[in-house]
């Protein structure tokens, strides 16, 4: 079993910056895929961007692209989000995922990943 648990949320005005990090645990935490997802009030939960353990390879959603940094630490156990330039739109509540298998098929989807933090808040204020 594998649990996540995500911190770094808060309030911040737009323009400014938070970094988020997701702690697993699990002692393959190195061999796992991670992601970011989000999920703003009344609407579905969208993906942000996921590091691939078999190929290395990041992928970010368009509407974060060149702001947001996905990253990895192993010897912590940790994947972290670098969010500049904050907007509005980016309030939500962010999740961490991990994908035990590593895979670097369907990053994009929601089901590839087989477990889930609780949330951190994440308010962008105009």
């Known amino acids: 079993q594998v649990q996540l648990v995500e911190s770094g949320g808060g309030l911040v005005q737009a323009g400014g910056s938070l970094r988020l990090s997701c702690v697993a645990s699990?002692?393959?935490?190195?061999?796992?895929?991670m992601a970011w997802f989000r999920q703003a009030p009344g609407k579905e939960r969208e993906f942000v961007s996921a590091?691939?353990?078999?190929?290395?390879?990041?992928v970010y959603a368009d509407s974060v692209k060149e702001r947001f940094t996905i990253s990895r630490n192993n010897a912590k156990n940790t994947v972290y989000l670098q969010m500049n330039n904050l907007k509005p739109d980016d309030t939500a509540v962010y999740y961490c995922?991990?994908?035990?298998?590593?895979?670097?098929?369907?990053?994009?989807?929601?089901?590839?990943?087989?477990?889930w933090g609780q949330g951190t808040q994440v308010t962008v204020s105009s």
């Open positions: 590091t691939s353990w078999s190929t290395g390879r990041t």
């Open positions: 995922a991990a994908d035990s298998r590593g895979s670097d098929a369907f990053l994009y989807s929601r089901s590839n990943y087989d477990y």
């Open positions: 699990g002692r393959t935490f190195g061999r796992y895929t």
